[in-house]
């Protein structure tokens, strides 16, 4: 049973549009999220976080908005550009520090020049 | 300064055969996990230290599997013998728990079990 849920496998994006990737979770108990980026052949690499105490979370071209009641969040990147093609992870946790996360199977995000 | 190094990079054996694995965490990070990721999946956590403590080892098949990270530095995780069901990517992370959330990952060890 999985409880954090990415259903879009994939994702085609053009250079400078906006790319979204969805991400679900089942356990009402996390207050944690994060998402992470990886390359072919490198591990995963720390993008964005957010607590349940806020409903969403900027950096840079990056944003991450948190739908508690739904058990959604999302992740947006605006422009999108061809070096943020990679594998997109969301992980989801209780508490910040130290504790252990639950990662979603992932979506291949492509930007396409 | 150095990333979490992982060693080796690449590792194929027949099943049967024992592997071990080698991680080298951040100078300093005294949190460092074991990663499974099957191909197509995210990481699946196997095992948690808190400085030299296993202090979550609760995913860890520990018919085949062990790990030990004796000085609370860098740690060896070890699969004997190994089954064809085995053959993935072992990533190894580490973080400064008490002061931030941000795990650190290596880039993996792929393993090939024939």
């Known amino acids: 049973d999985q409880q954090v849920k990415q259903n879009s496998p994939s994702l085609s994006v053009q250079e400078g549009r906006i790319s979204i990737l969805n991400c679900d979770y089942t356990n009402s108990m996390f207050d944690y999220f994060l998402w992470y980026k990886k390359y072919p052949a490198e591990g995963p690499t720390f993008l964005i976080s957010i607590s349940s105490i806020k409903d969403k979370n900027e950096d840079g071209r990056f944003t991450v908005f948190l739908n508690k009641s739904a058990k959604h969040l999302s992740l947006h990147i605006v422009p999108s550009q061809p070096g943020d093609s990679a594998v997109y992870f969301c992980?989801?946790?209780?508490?910040?520090?130290?504790?252990?996360?639950?990662f979603g199977p992932g979506t291949r995000l492509s930007v396409l020049p | 300064e150095a990333g979490v190094v992982q060693s080796p990079r690449y590792k194929i054996i027949e099943k049967k055969q024992p592997v071990a694995f080698w991680c080298n965490p951040i100078?300093?990070?005294?949190?460092l996990y074991w990663y499974l990721q099957n191909l197509g999946q995210g990481p699946e956590l196997l095992i948690r230290?808190?400085?030299?403590?296993?202090?979550?080892d609760s995913q860890l098949p520990k018919d085949r599997f062990s790990a030990e990270r004796l000085k609370g530095v860098d740690s060896t995780l070890k699969i004997q013998p190994a089954e064809l069901g085995d053959s993935a990517v072992y990533l190894c992370?580490?973080?400064?728990?008490?002061?931030?959330?941000?795990?650190?990952f290596g880039p993996g060890t792929r393993l090939t079990v024939l």
């Open positions: 992980a989801a946790g209780v508490g910040n520090y130290g504790q252990n996360f639950v």
């Open positions: 992370a580490s973080s400064l728990a008490g002061v931030t959330d941000t795990q650190y």
């Open positions: 100078s300093g990070h005294n949190t």
């Open positions: 230290y808190e400085n030299e403590e296993a202090v979550d």
